[in-house]
């Protein structure tokens, strides 16, 4: 069992459209990390939310972490085809750091 | 800010031949180190861990081995490589708790034919 579940696992949708990805577990985070990784590459870490209910925005992507630091999602506005790629979220808790299963994500020109 | 080097980056080898890939991490000090093993679009698999020289813990039992024969450098390595172990391989590093945020290099993708 995954202690990170993301949704949508895959995710194609045309240039411009909105989309939101989640990334829920029942377990309670010290702090939620989300990457972006392109085929071939090593994930880049984009953010780290660590209050709940903290909101932060990069650009045309905004992250939620829930109140309750259970749960976090990644909403992108306007995609683009560059937003291409596999997200990921992570975090902390107990004395172990795990990674969601991911949500390929393809922008279509 | 810590860099991670990954070499090769990509490797070519057949069944039953010996594996060894490297990583070195620039920037920082007394990491806590990572190898995490990635079939395509999925999430990680993490396979071993370092949280110092000689330290190594292993998460899933396999034909793989690990080393961490100086404080920045982490070597996977295999002396009989099996079909299933294809696949992309991250070095990843941190702080030294285990919840900190992990540092990705940029990859090996290993096929074995």
């Known amino acids: 069992t995954q202690l990170l579940e993301q949704s949508p696992q895959f995710l194609s949708i045309q240039e411009g459209e909105n989309l939101t990805v989640y990334c829920n577990s029942s377990?309670?985070?010290?702090?939620l990390q989300w990457y972006r990784q392109e085929p071939g590459e090593g994930p880049v870490l984009l953010v780290t939310?660590?209050?709940?209910?903290e909101v932060k925005k990069l650009k045309r992507l905004t992250f939620q972490f829930g109140d309750a630091r259970k749960d976090s999602s990644l909403h992108i506005t306007a995609a683009q085809p560059g937003d291409t790629g596999l997200y990921l979220c992570?975090?902390?808790?107990?004395?172990?750091?795990?990674f969601g299963t991911g949500t390929s994500l393809t922008v279509i020109p | 800010s810590q860099t991670i080097h990954q070499w090769p980056a990509t490797l070519v080898q057949p069944v039953g031949s010996p594996l060894s890939l490297e990583c070195t991490v620039e920037?920082?000090?007394?990491?806590?180190l990572y190898w995490y093993r990635q079939a395509a679009g999925r999430g990680l698999q993490l396979l071993f861990y370092?949280?110092?020289?000689?330290?190594i813990s292993s998460e899933v039992p396999q034909n793989l081995s690990a080393s961490r024969p100086q404080d920045r450098q982490f070597i996977l390595s295999s002396k009989k490589l099996l079909l299933s172990d294809s696949g992309f391989y991250l070095c990843?590093?941190?702080?030294?708790?285990?919840?900190?945020?992990?540092?990705f290099g940029p990859g090996t993708r290993l096929l074995v034919l």
């Open positions: 920037g920082t000090s007394n990491p806590n």
């Open positions: 992570a975090g902390g808790t107990g004395n172990q750091f795990y």
């Open positions: 939310v660590v209050t709940g209910g």
């Open positions: 370092s949280v110092g020289i000689g330290q």
């Open positions: 377990s309670v985070f010290s702090s």
């Open positions: 990843a590093c941190s702080g030294d708790s285990y919840q900190e945020t992990q540092y």
